[in-house]
C-alpha cells in the first residue's frame, strides 16, 4: 500500500539558512500534519492542514509556516535556521472529516551547522 | 491542554511473555488513543487504536484497553517476540478545540530478549 513520502531525507544547512521540506500524504488522504521529534524525545505537533485550510496549530515557531497545495501535499518552510531546530521531521496523513487515523511518513532529518 | 503520561520509560521482556505499558491522560474531552511503534531511524507505526466509546480492542498478539473513568489506557503485547523491540509511544487526541492534534507521551523502550 501507497505511504507518505517525505523528501528529502536528510537535509544539511547552516544556521540562518532556509530549508523546504516537502509531504506527500497517502493518496485519497486531504489531511496532512506535521511534527517535530528531538533526540529521545517524542514528536511534538506543529501545524496542521484540511482541505488546504490550516486546521490546528502547535508549538511552531513564528519562523516556519506551512502550506496545503490543491494536490495535497504540504511544504513546511523553516527560516533563519538555529541550531536548536536540528530534529527529525514527520509528515502525516489522514482521511480527514473528523477521523484522526494518522499514518506518518519516513521523516526528514535535519542538521543545522 | 492536553497531558499525557506513559509507564514504564524502558521495558525488558523474556521472548514469548507479555509486555505491559500505561497510559494516563489528563483533559476527559479527548476520545481517540493510539498506540504507535517506532523503530530505530523510522516513523512511528500505526499498530492500533482505541475510540471512547469502546473499552477494549484486540488484534492478535496486541490488545488495547481504556477506562474512561480513570482517564487511562494501557497496551498489551503477548508472546512477545524479538521484533517487537522499539520505541512505543502513547497518544491521545480529539479534544473540542484540537482534534486532529495528537499528544504523545513520552515512550516506552522495548527490549525483548531471546
Known amino acids: 500500500a501507497a505511504g507518505v513520502i517525505q523528501s528529502p531525507r536528510h537535509l544539511i544547512k547552516e544556521k540562518r539558512e532556509t530549508a523546504t521540506l516537502k509531504c506527500y500524504p497517502i493518496?485519497?488522504?486531504?489531511?496532512v500534519y506535521w511534527y517535530q521529534q528531538g533526540p529521545g524525545q517524542d514528536p511534538q505537533f506543529l501545524i496542521s492542514?484540511?482541505?488546504?485550510?490550516?486546521?490546528d496549530k502547535g508549538s511552531i515557531p513564528d519562523r516556519f509556516s506551512a502550506q496545503q497545495f490543491s494536490d495535497y501535499h504540504s511544504e513546511l518552510n523553516m527560516s533563519s535556521l538555529e541550531l536548536g531546530d536540528s530534529a527529525l521531521y514527520f509528515c502525516a496523513s489522514s482521511l480527514g472529516g473528523g477521523n484522526n487515523e494518522q499514518y506518518f511518513g519516513p521523516g526528514t532529518r535535519l542538521t543545522v551547522t | 491542554g492536553e497531558n499525557v503520561e506513559q509507564h514504564p520509560s524502558t521495558l525488558s521482556v523474556q521472548e514469548g511473555d507479555s509486555a505491559v505499558i500505561k497510559c494516563t491522560y489528563s483533559d476527559s474531552a479527548s476520545n481517540y488513543f493510539p498506540w504507535y511503534k517506532q523503530e530505530l531511524g523510522k516513523g512511528p507505526q500505526l499498530i492500533i487504536d482505541?475510540?471512547?466509546?469502546?473499552g477494549e480492542k484486540k488484534d492478535q498478539r496486541i490488545a488495547v484497553t481504556l477506562n474512561k473513568t480513570a482517564k487511562h489506557f494501557s497496551l498489551h503485547i503477548t508472546e512477545t517476540q524479538p521484533e517487537d523491540s522499539a520505541v512505543y509511544f502513547c497518544a491521545a487526541a480529539g479534544t473540542t478545540d484540537s482534534w486532529g492534534k495528537l499528544q504523545f507521551g513520552a515512550g516506552t523502550q522495548v527490549v525483548v530478549t531471546p
Open positions: 482505541i475510540r471512547s466509546n469502546v
Open positions: 493518496p485519497r488522504h486531504d489531511t
Open positions: 492542514f484540511y482541505e488546504k485550510m490550516q486546521s
